[in-house]
């Protein structure tokens, strides 16, 4: 199982935080990143263990989408009843972070697990990010399985890419740390 130190939980939540707040649309930066949201839920799911996380995180991206669109339009294009479908999206990939915690292993196989929690989570998260919109925000007047498909097919692997994009960077950098930890364990051994 992963477990950082708090103060390593802290640091983590403040990059996470950073980082959506950075790419997250337009809003605060003109940063040209692929958007981490995604990749900011699953990664506090791995890593941070307060569940507090998960609503700061939501609200931290429900705050942002409201200031980018105004008090005044809310009736942007994606701010519908559907837009809540994304409490349910993000929702599971947080879960999907917390289910590859519990099943870490420091052993390389825990990649192929990562990557495959990963693609199952972001399935789930497209399917009720945009097949709630494409269902529930009455853009589309008559909604089929197929046009559900259909948007999946079309969404799922970009939204896919950016996410093992952010996560691959964890992987390196907590592998990397792990590394360095284990070094100065041994160097203390020789001394």
């Known amino acids: 199982m992963l477990a950082l130190s708090k103060r390593g939980q802290l640091a983590v939540g403040i990059v996470l935080v950073l980082l959506m707040a950075i790419t997250r649309g337009s809003h605060f930066s003109t940063v040209n990143l692929p958007g981490a949201s995604w990749a900011a839920f699953f990664l506090a799911g791995v890593l941070l263990r307060p569940r507090w996380a998960f609503p700061l995180l939501f609200l931290q991206a429900v705050f942002m989408d409201v200031m980018t669109v105004g008090w005044n339009s809310a009736g942007h294009h994606c701010m519908t009843l559907a837009y809540w479908m994304l409490l349910p999206a993000y929702g599971s990939l947080w879960l999907g972070g917390r289910l590859y915690a519990g099943w870490h292993r420091e052993q390389p196989i825990s990649l192929l697990v990562l990557a495959g929690v ?26 089929t399985l197929l046009g559900t498909v259909e948007r999946l097919a079309n969404y799922y692997p970009k939204y896919l890419g950016s996410l093992a994009f952010y996560v691959a960077i964890a992987a390196v950098l907590y592998i990397g740390w792990q590394l360095l930890a284990r070094q100065r364990v041994a160097e203390g051994r020789k001394a």
């Open 118 to 143: 990963m693609a199952a989570s972001a399935l789930v998260c497209q399917t009720f990010s945009s097949g709630g919109f494409y269902w529930f925000s009455g853009r589309y007047p008559d909604p």
